[in-house]
């Protein structure tokens, strides 16, 4: 009997710490829609672009659509569209103020361009592309459907490519409870972060960034890959004085001169990779120290 009554209260007592380890695994993060369906591409494949959003409602004054809108395709029940059909919308983009790159030119300004390299780079990758939403059919004519905008990444817009919907992988997250911020070379590829969603230059926790590694490099989606950068000297994608890693007047100098290459390489995060096209892999940054800059490294986990 007493024996029966202490198991009880040891089971009793042990009730919290199994809720809590539930409660820990249930907190690890997730991705969300918006991470798979808006993350975007870059690649070098071909995307058809003989469907696309032509029209829409109050068109007379309208020039964008948005979650709710009901828009017009030139696709219809001759090339197999019925109601209830889903499609993707996405839109090839370029930096159309020239500021940073010019990928559609060879004839590149680096000084215009965050690091010297970054237009040819972006240029290898092949064409970039955002995701805008999908689009349900709800009347479906021979030569063209009314479909209504079910899921908005950002507005839609005459000229948008429509492809029939597709499913995507939704890779399995880890904690970054074990993030090694001294983590050593893992050996495998190597590559560069060449430029953020929508050309952004700094990025961070819950940002998507384009690397110059893809599924010819043998990413997948799935993969991680840890960011990081050397503590340089000369030029660098951080603004920094030369020298400002080792020597700095009147704040100290060392007793040698020490390259980024003599010096450790400092990790910044790590990130998960939503899609793999050939040359380019979408990444989803899960956790970061600090700003992650373009420019800076990534290598495979």
């Given at each position: 009997m007493r024996r029966n009554i202490l198991m009880l209260a040891l089971s009793l007592a042990l009730l919290p710490v199994a809720a809590w380890g539930q409660q820990q695994k249930a907190a690890l993060p997730l991705t969300t829609q918006r991470d798979i369906y808006c993350s975007g591409m870059v690649t070098t494949d071909s995307v058809p672009r003989g469907t696309q959003l032509v029209s829409g409602e109050q068109s007379q004054y309208k020039i964008?659509?948005?979650?709710?809108?009901?828009?017009?395709?030139?696709?219809?029940?001759?090339?197999?569209?019925?109601?209830?059909?889903?499609?993707?919308?996405?839109?090839?983009?370029d930096d159309v103020t020239g500021i940073k790159i010019q990928p559609l030119s060879l004839n590149y300004d680096y000084d215009e361009a965050w690091f010297a390299s970054q237009g040819r780079l972006l240029h290898d990758m092949g064409q970039m592309w955002e995701d805008e939403g999908r689009l349900k059919v709800v009347m479906a004519y021979p030569s063209m459907s009314i479909a209504q905008i079910t899921d908005s990444c950002d507005f839609m817009q005459r000229g948008d490519v429509v492809e029939p919907f597709a499913e995507r992988p939704v890779p399995e997250l880890k904690s970054e409870v074990n993030f090694d911020r001294f983590a050593p070379p893992s050996g495998n590829k190597r590559g560069v972060i060449v430029i953020g969603k929508n050309f952004k230059s700094v990025s961070g926790t819950n940002d998507i960034v384009y690397v110059n590694l893809g599924?010819?490099?043998?990413?997948?989606?799935?993969?991680?890959?840890?960011?990081?950068?050397?503590?340089?000297?000369?030029?660098?994608?951080?603004?920094?004085?030369?020298?400002?890693?080792?020597?700095?007047?009147?704040?100290?100098?060392?007793?040698?001169?020490?390259?980024?290459?003599?010096?450790?390489?400092?990790?910044?995060?790590?990130?998960?990779?939503?899609?793999?096209?050939?040359?380019?892999a979408t990444v989803l940054v899960t956790f970061s120290l600090r700003e992650i800059y373009d420019g800076d490294y990534c290598e495979l986990e």
């Open positions: 964008t659509f948005d979650q709710g809108d009901y828009v017009y395709i030139n696709r219809g029940t001759n090339k197999g569209v019925k109601v209830g059909d889903v499609f993707s919308v996405m839109r090839p983009v599924s010819k490099q043998g990413l997948k989606v799935g993969d991680y890959v840890r960011f990081f950068r050397f503590q340089e000297n000369g030029d660098s994608n951080v603004y920094q004085t030369p020298n400002m890693g080792t020597d700095v007047w009147g704040f100290g100098t060392a007793s040698g001169h020490y390259s980024g290459k003599d010096l450790p390489r400092e990790v910044l995060g790590e990130g998960i990779v939503l899609r793999a096209t050939p040359n380019a």
